[in-house]
C-alpha cells in the first residue's frame, strides 16, 4: 500500500500552487520576548515583500533556547498568552503565515513548543518537542510532545518536528505517512552537530520525499554558540537553500510539481513491507538501550 493521508500522485491532473517560504536565521532576542516581537514583525514583514507565503523561524525565538529551568519558567507562556495574542496579530497584518518555537506554560510546567499561525492570524498547527537533547533540556522542560501532527495549508501538507526531533529516521516518517509535503523544523543547533545540515535533513528529505525547512539560530546566548547552516532541502535530496554562520533570510519555492515528479520516479512508500518492521516500535529492541533512558 502507499501512503495515508492526502497524496499528490503522477495522476494528479494539476497540482496546487506553489508556496513561497522564507526562513530566517538570526541571533534572536535573548531573554526578551518583547524584543524578539518586534523582530518578528520586522522579519514577516521583509518577508512578505520578498514575496514569501510563510515565514520559519528558529526554536524558542520568542525567549531564546539557553534559558535555563528559572528563565523558562518565568517566560514560558499559555498558548493564549500575551506574546501569542501578538504573534498572531502580527501575522495578520502582514499577511503571511509564521511559524516559531516559544516556551509554552502546560499546568505549571514547560514544554518546548512551535506554533504555525496562518496569515489570517489563526492557530493552525501546535507541536510540543517529542525527544528532549540531554541535560540542558531535561533541566527546562517536562512536558514531552506524544507524537506529530499535520495540516493543509495552501494546498500543502505540513507538519512540524522541532530540532533533536529530526535526528530520528521515525520522526519524519511519522509525518510522511500523515501526507506531509513539507517538515518545518524550528532548531537550536550548535557545534559539533554540523553534520546535521550538512547530511541528516537532506536525507530526510529524500526518504519521505518531502520538503524540509530546518531554521537555526546564529550567534551565542550565555556561551552556548549556534553554527547556523540553515538550510531547505527538497524532496529529492538537494539543498535548494542554505546559510552560513551569521544573519540570513532565506527564499524557496515549494513546488507540488517537484513532489508529484519525485514520489513518481521512485516509489519508496508503495515499496514498503511494514510487516517487517515491527521491530521498530519495540523499546531497545536488539540494542539494549531504552527508547527514554534518561528521561
Known amino acids: 500500500g502507499g501512503r495515508r493521508g492526502r497524496r499528490l500522485s503522477a495522476g494528479t491532473p494539476e497540482a496546487p500552487e506553489?508556496?513561497?517560504?522564507?526562513?530566517?536565521?538570526?541571533?534572536?532576542?535573548?531573554?526578551?520576548?518583547?524584543?524578539?516581537?518586534?523582530?518578528?514583525?520586522?522579519?514577516?514583514?521583509?518577508?512578505?515583500?520578498?514575496?514569501?507565503?510563510?515565514?520559519?523561524?528558529?526554536?524558542?525565538?520568542?525567549?531564546?533556547?539557553?534559558?535555563?529551568?528559572e528563565r523558562a519558567r518565568a517566560l514560558a507562556e499559555p498558548l493564549d498568552g500575551r506574546s501569542m495574542v501578538a504573534a498572531r496579530r502580527i501575522a495578520a497584518d502582514a499577511g503571511i503565515a509564521l511559524c516559531f518555537g516559544f516556551a509554552e506554560a502546560v499546568d505549571g510546567a514547560v514544554a518546548n513548543s512551535a506554533v504555525l499561525v496562518g496569515a489570517d492570524g489563526a492557530v493552525a498547527l501546535v507541536q510540543r518537542k517529542v525527544h528532549l537533547f540531554g541535560a540542558l533540556d531535561r533541566a527546562m522542560f517536562s512536558v514531552r510532545g506524544d507524537g506529530f501532527g499535520c495540516v493543509d495549508h495552501r494546498g500543502v501538507r505540513i507538519g512540524m518536528a522541532i530540532c533533536y526531533d529530526i535526528e530520528f529516521p521515525e520522526s519524519a516518517r511519522l509525518l510522511a505517512l500523515q501526507g506531509a509535503d513539507l517538515l518545518l523544523v524550528p532548531t537550536a543547533l550548535m557545534e559539533p552537530y554540523d553534520a546535521v545540515p550538512r547530511h541528516v535533513v537532506p536525507a530526510r528529505a529524500y526518504e519521505n520525499q518531502a520538503y524540509v525547512a530546518y531554521a537555526n539560530h546564529c550567534g551565542a546566548e550565555e556561551g552556548l554558540g549556534y553554527i547556523g547552516r540553515s538550510c531547505i532541502a527538497g524532496p529529492d535530496g538537494d539543498v535548494i537553500a542554505a546559510a552560513g554562520t551569521g544573519p540570513e533570510l532565506l527564499l524557496a519555492t515549494i513546488d507540488p510539481r517537484r513532489l508529484q515528479q519525485a514520489r513518481a520516479r521512485d516509489t519508496f512508500f508503495a515499496d514498503r513491507r511494514p510487516a517487517l518492521y515491527g521491530a521498530l516500535a519495540r523499546s531497545g529492541s536488539g540494542t539494549g538501550r531504552s527508547d527514554d533512558a534518561g528521561a
Open 18 to 69: 506553489p508556496l513561497v517560504l522564507a526562513l530566517c536565521q538570526t541571533a534572536g532576542c535573548f531573554g526578551d520576548p518583547t524584543g524578539a516581537l518586534g523582530e518578528l514583525d520586522a522579519q514577516a514583514r521583509r518577508a512578505r515583500r520578498a514575496g514569501a507565503d510563510l515565514l520559519v523561524l528558529p526554536e524558542l525565538f520568542l525567549s531564546g533556547y539557553n534559558l535555563g529551568p
